[in-house]
């Protein structure tokens, strides 16, 4: 059985730092897994990626130069470092795996999901 269970959100202050991180049991990945955010209202968004074969990393424009994904393959964990946090990054985060083949920030592409954990930064 696949689980992925996320953990590190909280509430911080503009230009805090938060580090998330997934723990991955009953699944190796050998393609990509991703973080993905969700605001009231909103759709789930991509917001990086991660190949686990090969590190190549992926950020949607919002979050580019602040956040930084990682993994550890002996733990099978997954990481996203949040600098420079701002009050637009509020949401609850997820972790995704078991990607499709499809474009990387598409929540279709994804069989395996976590329960999300909430970030709320405030101004």
């Known amino acids: 059985q696949v689980q992925l269970v996320e953990s590190g959100g909280g509430s911080v202050q503009a230009g805090g730092s938060l580090k998330l991180s997934c723990a991955v049991s009953?699944?190796?990945?050998?393609?990509?897994m991703a973080w993905f955010r969700q605001s009231p209202g909103k759709e789930r968004e991509g917001v990086a990626t991660?190949?686990?074969?090969?590190?190549?990393?992926y950020y949607t424009d919002s979050v580019k130069g602040r956040f930084a994904i990682s993994q550890d393959n002996a733990k099978n964990t997954l990481h996203l470092q949040m600098d420079s946090l701002k009050p637009e990054d509020t949401a609850i985060y997820y972790c995704?795996?078991?990607?499709?083949?499809?474009?990387?920030?598409?929540?279709?592409?994804?069989?395996?999901w976590g329960q999300g954990t909430q970030v709320t930064v405030s101004s």
């Open positions: 009953g699944y190796s990945s050998t393609s990509y």
């Open positions: 995704a795996a078991g990607w499709r083949g499809g474009s990387w920030n598409l929540e279709k592409e994804y069989n395996y």
């Open positions: 991660i190949n686990s074969s090969s590190g190549r990393t």
